[in-house]
């Protein structure tokens, strides 16, 4: 097995420089089932307050900051496909152009400079993504796991938060090793042995993670900037997304697919027990991830001894310390 110790002289901890967990690409911020239409809604992201908010053309995400005196838009209406300030009334379009000044009248020129500041944003497979960091000339597709949910059922979805960052979420998910300690009243009871044969292979910014020694077919695998899925049967399919609410605070999305069962009521039921399982699940990671002494982990600097089953946490660590300088 590939040695993947990293042992060098550790600084203070005090000392560390949190990394930036933040890369730039498409980030998963919000389900689709919570942005109702024609209505505004607030929600904190990247340590922004940010407005979403739904109208016949499509989806808008902005800094919930009226441009003119600095209110917050979320408190105001949608109207017309625009969203309207509290105020005074301005009207903002989904690209954020000011649209209406209703104290100066319909005939008077609006300002060009006149426009909220505005995120590219998408919604597809269920939530609404937004683009994150330095842009690219064209920006790529939004990455998905089509082959593996294609005609599954579901989803079956719940969230949780976790007062600790991306960084520390994400890992705890390439981390097959906790599971016979962390979940030894649930899914760890199906560990047969705690020593672990771990490898995996990174394409592009995909990292999945797999055992030698485990069940066929088996694999978790990291889509980043914030995706991830979990094979646990032939259709069966443990689905989670990191949302950033601050440096240090993370909402997860748990989602449960399935292609089993087909009879109405049972697959159902089914992917009802599953997805509450799952989060069952989740909290008892929390629980223990909270207690991490940074809330962001550090970059391969030796202040952590890294082991060889720490390979996925080692690969993603250097994938993130790439992205810095596009930051």
Known sequence: MTTASINTSAPSLTSVAAPNDFGPGWYAILASRELPQGKPLALTRFAMP???????EGISVMLDR???????????????????????GLAFNRQGQCERIPVQGPDTAIPKALQATTYKSRELHGFIFIWWGQEPDTLPDIEW???????????YEHWAECEVGLSRNIENQMDAAHLPFVHKRSIGRLVKSPKMDIDCTVTGQRIRMFLRNGRPGFYLELCLPNIWINRIGTKSWVFLAFVPVTATRTRLYTRYYQGSFNLPVLKQLFGWLMGWSNLWILREDIRIIETHDTKVSPPLDGSEFLLACDLPIIQYRRLRAGWQRHV
Not at 50 to 56: H, M, P, Q, S, Y
Not at 145 to 155: H, M, Q, S, T, Y
């Open 50 to 56: 940010l407005v979403a908010f739904r109208t016949g």
């Open 66 to 88: 009226c441009p003119h005196r600095g209110v917050k838009l979320s408190n105001g209406c949608v109207q017309a496909d625009n969203i309207v300030c509290p105020f005074h």
């Open 145 to 155: 796991f089509n082959e593996e949910l294609a005609g599954c059922d579901g989803p």
